[in-house]
């Protein structure tokens, strides 16, 4: 009887290889940078319709619908004239005290709105990260400009504000385009980082709503800075925090660019340098940032 040799068998071929050699990539997998941004450039429709239907279904429940856009704002900045202006007195010594204060909630709305929502970009809406294959940073990107048609909308309101106490078009109020694009690149930056920190830490989204009313009580949105810093008591790192923060930089060049008082003044130029700066390091730091996790987004 014979018997016949069986040969052992071939070692399995490496996966990987065989995968690369037939042009199979990994789905999901984080793309290089200039695929990323022309990705998201690919994309810029569908971002500026996602953000028009979140801001079309924001207010869609309530009676007044989009007027909740003017007076939530509106409101802010009503109580915080009773109770900064009127019980604690901060107006004294600050010329165009109601156009400060309205410029003020204004701007900072805009920054405070657009870092809670983006925190939240990602995990709230999962299912649609799970499910489709697109840059994630698309998310992020559309609520801040959510929040960025909110306050253009909003803008209507603080021009007639300010014509109702004597401020006027001039040429100055050109500045504020730059000065609302430089914010508007600034949260988007933080937005982006706060989204992939909260993607995998949602406990953080509930400790924001107190850093965000911390940051804003030391901004200068109720108060003038300017008065604070007068004091000699204040300490020079005080001083020098105070004016570097970013939140009072870019609220500072809303004030320069539309009251008459703050023009006059003659903002010193370091300011635009300083919002220059926060935009690019967070700006551009906060996309890489979001980016470098691209990846582990579908898996949260």
Do not use: W
């Given at each position: 009887m014979s018997t016949r040799t069986i040969a052992p068998p071939a070692p399995p071929e490496d996966l990987g290889e065989l995968a690369a050699r037939h042009g199979l990539t990994v789905?999901?997998?984080?793309?290089?940078l200039p695929a990323y941004i022309h990705g998201l450039w690919s994309r810029r429709h569908f971002i500026v319709a996602f953000a028009t239907a979140r801001l079309t279904a924001q207010y869609s429940r309530a009676k007044l619908g989009q007027v909740w856009q003017i007076m939530t704002p509106l409101l802010n900045a009503a109580v915080y004239y009773f109770i900064f202006g009127v019980?604690?007195?901060?107006?004294?010594?600050?010329?165009?005290?109601?156009?400060?204060?309205?410029?003020?909630v204004f701007i900072w709305t805009f920054t405070s709105n657009s870092i809670m929502s983006g925190s939240g970009a990602v995990r709230s809406n999962i299912g649609l990260v799970q499910a489709l294959h697109f840059p994630r940073a698309s998310l992020p990107i559309a609520y801040v400009l959510l929040q960025l048609q909110q306050l253009l909308f909003s803008m209507g309101a603080l021009?007639?504000?300010?014509?109702c106490f004597g401020e006027f078009p001039k040429l100055t109020w050109l500045l504020a385009?730059?000065?609302?694009?430089?914010?508007?690149?600034?949260?988007?930056?933080v937005s982006m980082i706060m989204a992939r920190l909260c993607s995998r830490t949602p406990d953080l989204a509930q400790?924001?709503?107190f850093l965000l009313r911390t940051w804003m009580y030391v901004s200068g949105v109720m108060w003038?800075?300017?008065?604070?810093?007068?004091?000699?008591?204040?300490?020079?790192?005080?001083m020098v925090a105070l004016?570097?923060?970013?939140?009072?930089?870019?609220i500072d060049l809303m004030?320069?660019?539309l009251i008459e008082s703050y023009t006059a003044a003659q903002l010193p130029p370091h300011v635009w340098a300083i919002a220059l700066g926060w935009s690019l390091i967070l700006g551009v730091g906060g996309f890489i940032y979001f980016w470098k996790a691209e990846e582990e987004y579908g898996r949260v």
């Open positions: 789905s999901g997998a984080r793309p290089t019980l604690l007195g901060t107006r004294g010594g600050v010329p165009d005290f109601v156009p400060f204060l309205v410029t003020g021009v007639v504000i300010l014509m385009v730059p000065a609302l694009l430089l914010q508007a690149v600034f949260n988007t930056g400790l924001m709503p003038s800075i300017n008065q604070v810093l007068k004091h000699d008591q204040v300490p020079h790192a005080v004016e570097c923060n970013p939140a009072a930089v870019y004030r320069y660019a």
